[in-house]
């Protein structure tokens, strides 16, 4: 734990919480808070990092974690992999106020928060990057107005436009409100068991635009989300924008956007409600292996840029477009992502696109590019044989990447798949049919292209790969059955390379 300029709580001072940072720099690694009856941390108009950290559920009326005026200049605001337990009444778990791109903005990244009975995120005139973290229990329980995972109004002249992505929001009254004009985009969540029970609202919905005390949202983009049991898609929308666009629902949309399926996502596991009460970071990150998908499932390589659907994805950018396997081409492009724009996405506060807005990439662990626009191609040529890789650090539009130091064990690179540049390529062979000393089989023949047929008798060092024959290029795309008629050992191995070998 490092802090500077901060005001700690004083014996019989309730008015103030364990911790306070008032304009200072903190940074808090591994706290656990004993004292229930109070506030654990204020952050007003301050810099900090704050990890790993437990904060219990509350025996008293307050918000677990509060911040004002935003953050200061040069600073950042970072809350990661920390468990936060459940607040009483009309208190939030996070009420922190103030922050706006293009200056710093607040983070969460892969915290756990295992209830609410207002919000878990409530972030008035507050931009933020929220990302990888597990929502739990959220119903309205002593609160005016509704609950969600994450919420948001205006305090002041400014909105609140927040980045929602790979998050897990299960058994919440809403995953998002954005009210007060506020706007906010839902990229690659899964939504399991949205429901209103449990709370006293009487209607719950995926996202809420307004309540009735409050003005209703600009609106809310929502890409490569899975919805899983859920009462409703949207509320409090009169004029709001919604788009849900390439999701996969459990009921019909009939708004802007489109490609959206329903379906089974066929995840590994949906738990039941006794399942998924945790009492610490670690236990809870079997959601994650939970909520993963069966072979055969809809959602897979189905989401934005070829990742799949829902939260279930690596944290960071993501990259598509790399060869699969062992290839002969010597070039290829891939693409970095995802980075949206339009469709309501307001450009005051998202200035160059909600998500990834630039990155560095290098390959083969050489040397790193200088930063590129998210919309500009790695294109690779003449690469030598051998298998290689692409690392990618993405720059979130919070500014910050995802590789950075601060982020401690959360930074991170994107990784390609390898692949392998051969100047000789195997192929699938198929039906092989023995009659005596003949072996037939046949593989696909590509319309121009040369090929070689090599085997051995053993797969050992003493019987290497050898050539029994060239096969010229076929005039069209089709099988061709090949037959070897010297097959007199009990066993041979086949291989089928292009081009043919010298």
């Known amino acids: 734990m490092t802090l500077t300029d ?37 952050v007003d108009g301050a810099s900090f990092v704050i990890s790993h950290c437990v904060f219990p559920s509350a025996t008293g009326s307050f918000e677990l974690v509060h911040g004002t005026g935003g953050i200061k200049n040069g600073g ?24 706006n791109r293009p200056g710093p903005i607040v983070h969460f990244f892969e915290n756990v928060f295992n209830g609410a009975t207002d919000d878990c995120l409530d972030l008035d005139s507050t931009d933020a990057w929220v990302e990888g973290n597990i929502f739990l229990h959220v119903h309205r329980n002593g609160a005016p107005d509704s609950s969600s995972g994450v919420s948001g109004g205006s305090d002041n002249a400014s909105n609140s436009e927040i980045t929602i992505i790979h998050n897990i929001f299960y058994d919440c009254d809403q995953a998002a409100m954005g009210k007060q004009t506020n706007f906010y985009t839902l990229i690659n969540n899964t939504v399991v068991h949205q429901t209103h029970i449990g709370g006293e609202d009487p209607i719950g919905a995926v ?59 066929l995840f590994k596991h949906v738990p039941q409600l006794s399942e998924t009460v945790f009492t610490n970071w670690e236990d809870a990150q079997i ?41 002969t081409n010597t070039s290829a492009i891939l693409r970095v992502g995802i980075n949206r724009t339009g469709n309501g996405i307001p450009t005051g506060g998202f200035p160059n696109g ?30 030598a044989e051998g298998p290689h890789q692409v690392q990618v650090t993405g720059k979130r539009d919070s500014g910050l990447y995802q590789d950075d130091p601060l982020l401690g064990d959360e930074a991170i690179l994107s990784r390609s798949k390898t692949w392998t540049v051969s100047s000789f390529s195997a192929l699938l062979i198929e039906n092989p049919v023995r009659v005596g000393n003949n072996l037939a089989f046949t593989f696909t023949a590509q319309a121009g292209q040369t090929y070689s047929v090599l085997y051995r008798d053993a797969l050992d060092a003493a019987h290497p790969w050898t050539k029994l024959e ?22 041979r191995f086949y291989e089928i390379v292009t081009p043919a070998q010298p």
């Open 76 to 99: 950042h605001g970072i809350f990661y992999r920390n468990y936060f337990g459940i607040p009483i009444g009309y208190n939030d778990v996070v009420d922190f106020t103030g922050g």
């Open 354 to 383: 909600s998500g990834y807005v630039s990155y560095k990439w290098r390959l083969d662990g050489g040397p790193w590019s200088a930063e590129t626009s998210i919309n500009t191609l790695i294109s690779l040529h003449n690469l």
């Open 6 to 42: 901060t005001k700690p709580h004083a014996i019989g001072d309730t008015k103030r919480p364990t911790i306070f940072v008032d304009g200072g720099t903190a940074f808090l690694d591994h706290l656990t808070f004993g004292n229930t009856a109070i506030s654990y941390i204020h």
């Open 287 to 327: 959601m994650w292996d939970w909520f993963s998908l069966l072979p055969g499932s809809p959602a897979i390589g189905a989401g934005p840029n070829g990742s799949d659907l829902g939260a279930v994805n690596p944290i960071g950018a993501s990259i598509s477009g790399e060869p699969v396997g062992t290839t």
């Open 470 to 491: 060239d096969i010229p290029a076929q005039p069209v795309t089709g099988p061709f059955t090949y037959t070897d008629t010297t097959a007199t050992p009990s066993s």
């Open 207 to 265: 996202v809420n635009l307004s309540d009735p005390t409050f003005s209703e949202g600009r609106g809310m983009y929502l890409e490569g989300n899975i919805v899983f049991d859920a009462e409703g898609l949207t509320r409090g929308v009169t004029s709001a924008i919604i788009t849900y666009t390439n999701n996969l629902l459990p009921l019909t949309w009939t708004g802007l956007g489109g490609n959206n399926l329903i379906a089974d996502p």
